[in-house]
C-alpha cells in the first residue's frame, strides 16, 4: 500500500528487471524470444520463469501476473516453515515462540520480495519444498509430487538452484529413495539438455546475457587482481555481512549435524543442507534488495528450526530455554536484512517509477519510435517499437562485444544506425568511454533516487532523430513528470 502511494497510486515493482521478463515473455507468445520482434536473445536470469509468465500474459494478467504467483509463493513457504516449527513440537503459545513465527515470516523476506516481480520467491518455495520432503523422506515416509516438482525446478527457477538440486537428489536416493531420485536427476538432465539445445539452435550462449554480465563468476579461469575468481567470491562471503550471516546460520546448522550423528537419516538431511550452504559460500552472489541469498537463508533458516526440534526431547526443560533463546537470535539475526527490505521496498518501488517508468512513458506515449537504453525492462515491456539495449542484456552484439573488451563509441554508433534508433537514454556514468560524437545531448531527467545507482538520466538524440518530434515527446513528458522529477531540455 506505501509503494502504490509512492507511485502515484500504481503498482510498481521495486527492480525494472522484473519486466524484461515480462518482455520475454509476449515473445515466447509470439514464437520469439528475447525483447525485440525476429531478434533472439536471453535476458532472463531463469529459464522456466519467462514461460510461467507467458501463461500469465496469454490470461492478460499484465504485472499481476508474476505478482500473484509472488505472494502465493512466499504464502506457502511461510506455511512449509511454521508447519516445521510446530510439528516438531517447539510451538508453545509462548511470547519468544510468536516472536519466532514472524521472524519466520521475514526469513524467507515474504515481505518485500514479491515485490521485485522476479522469480526468487518461487526458488524460495522450492528450496523449503524440496526440505520438507526430505524431512518427510527421514520420517520414512514417501515424499509426495509437490516434493518432486519442487526439486526439479530448482535449477530451472535459478540457475543456484543446482548446488541443492544435486544435493537433495543425492540425500533422497540415500534415505532410500532411489527410484524418486533417479527420476528427478532424469527429468532435470532431460530438461536441460533441451534447454541447451534450444539455446544453441537459436545462436544464443548456454547462459544468460544475465549471468555473463553480471556474475561474479563469468569467467572461472580468469583473475581479479591476484586470486581467481572463484578465491575472490569465497572472501565476498567471508568479508561481507551478509556472508557471515550465512557461515553463521552453517555453524549451526553444523553443530546441529554434530549433536545427531548417531542418526543417520538425520544427519544426511542436515549434510545435504551444509553442501548447499558451501556451495553459495564459493559461487553465490549476495545484496539487489537481498534477493541473491535468501533462497540458502531460507534453507539454513528451515535446517535450524527442525535440527532444534530433533535434538529438543534430549535437553533438560531448563537448558531448552536457553536453547531457544539462542534460535531466536540466530534467526533475528538471519532475519535482520529482510527486515530492512521490506522498510526500503516502497522506496525502492518509487525509484522505478520516477526513472524507468518515466523513461518508458516516454518510449510509449510521446516518442513512439525506436530507443537505445542501458535499463531495459519497463522501456521493453509492451512496446512494439524496438528497443537497442546500450548494455548488452538484451543485445547479442553489444554483450559479445563488451565481453571481448570491444566496446565503446563507435559500436554504439553503428548499432545505433542499424536499427534507426533516434534517442537515447542512458546513464553516462556506465560509459566511460562516452558516447558518440555526433549524438547531440538534448535533455537530463533529474531524479531522487535512494536506491539506484544513478539520480540522473541523459537523453541523446541520434542523428537518426527528427528534432522536432525529439522536442515535441520532452516537453510532454516534462509537463506530466511526478513532482519529485525534473527534465532539463538543454537542446532543442
Known sequence: MAAVVLCGFRVVFTLDDAYIHLAVADQILSGGYGINAGEYSSPSS????????ALTEAMRLGIAGPLLINVAAAGATVFTLVRLYETGSLFDGSPLSWLIVLLLVFNVSAVA???????????????????AGLVVAARGSAP?????????????????????????????????????AAAAAVVMIAALAAYLA???????????????????????????????????????????????????????????????RTDRRALIVLLTVLAAVGAHLVFGQYGWLN??????????????????????????????????????????MAALPYVTSAVI???????????????????????????GVNDLGLVAYGNSDYVLDLWGLGSEPVRKARTAGEYGPAEMDALVRQHD??????????????????????????????????RNIAFYRTPLGDAAAVEAALRALGATLPPRDTLHIVAP
Open 291 to 332: 534477493r541473491y541469498e535468501v533462497y540458502i537463508m531460507a534453507l539454513a533458516t528451515a535446517a535450524l528450526v527442525w535440527g532444534a526440534a530433533q535434538f529438543r526431547p534430549h535437553v533438560p526443560a531448563a537448558r531448552w530455554g536457553l536453547a531457544k533463546g539462542a534460535l531466536g537470535v540466530m534467526l533475528g
Open 345 to 371: 521496498s516502497p522506496v525502492a518501488a518509487s525509484d522505478i517509477y520516477e526513472q524507468q517508468y518515466q523513461m518508458a512513458r516516454f518510449a510509449h506515449a510521446f516518442y513512439r519510435r525506436a530507443v
Open 113 to 131: 520480495l514479491p515485490m521485485t516481480g522476479m522469480e526468487h520467491s518461487l526458488h524460495v518455495w522450492a528450496t523449503v519444498a524440496t526440505f
Open 198 to 260: 534450444l539455446m544453441a539452435s537459436r545462436g544464443l550462449p548456454l547462459l544468460p546475457s544475465s549471468v555473463l554480465l553480471k556474475g561474479y563468476l563469468a569467467n572461472l579461469d580468469g583473475t581479479t587482481g591476484s586470486y581467481p575468481a572463484i578465491v575472490q567470491n569465497l572472501l565476498r562471503s567471508v568479508l561481507s555481512a551478509y556472508g557471515l550471516r550465512l557461515i553463521l546460520l552453517g555453524f549451526a546448522v553444523a553443530a546441529c549435524a554434530n549433536w545427531l
Open 421 to 454: 534508433v533516434g534517442v537515447v537514454m542512458i546513464y553516462d556514468a556506465w560509459f566511460p568511454q562516452g558516447v558518440p560524437s555526433d549524438w547531440t545531448r538534448v535533455a537530463i531527467l533529474q531524479t531522487r533516487t535512494v536506491m539506484l545507482s544513478q
Open 144 to 180: 509426495s509430487p509437490v516434493h518432486f516438482i519442487a526439486l526439479v525446478l530448482l535449477p530451472f527457477i535459478r540457475f543456484e538452484g543446482a548446488a541443492f538440486a544435486c544435493a537433495a537428489t543425492a540425500g533422497f536416493a540415500m534415505l532410500g529413495y532411489r527410484r524418486f
Open 46 to 53: 531463469s529459464i522456466v520463469w519467462p514461460y510461467i509468465l
